[in-house]
Nanobody, 121 residues
Framework: QVQLVESGGGSVQAGGALRLSCAYT?????LAWFRQAPGKEREGVAF???????TYADSVKGRFTISGDNAKNILILQMNSLKPEDTAMYYC??????????????????WGQGTQVTVSS
């Protein structure tokens, strides 16, 4: 069974950068980063499929970069120019069942435990 383990969260001032990592145990079709702030719904941030096609939420486009190292089974989210509204718990998610690129949380069958990102103004 696929397992995901995130790392790299923390606290940073606005304008700063953080790098999140997600190690996964088996090859998967599609990977993504979601985030959830208190009192808000979980939202997709960045997505990448097995062809390395990427998609970003409008709120992070131009600031965040998702990438994957298939040889090492590691997913990266590089977050630059962070804003206070980026504060949330960030989750790595994987779809292990079918090829394609998916954008909704219910379409992912494996989730990591989450890592907190806090951006202060």
């Amino acid at each position: 069974q696929v397992q995901l383990v995130e790392s790299g969260g923390g606290s940073v001032q606005a304008g700063g950068a953080l790098r999140l990592s997600c190690a996964y145990t088996y090859n998967v079709y599609c990977l993504a980063w979601f985030r959830q702030a208190p009192g808000k719904e979980r939202e997709g941030v960045a997505f990448i499929d097995s062809r390395r096609i990427t998609t970003y939420a409008d709120s992070v486009k131009g600031r965040f970069t998702i990438s994957g190292d298939n040889a090492k089974n590691i997913l990266i989210l590089q977050m630059n120019s962070l804003k206070p509204e980026d504060t949330a718990m960030y989750y790595c998610a994987a779809d292990s069942r079918r090829p394609g690129l998916y954008y909704m949380a219910p379409e992912y069958d494996v989730w990591g435990q989450g890592t907190q990102v806090t951006v202060s103004s």
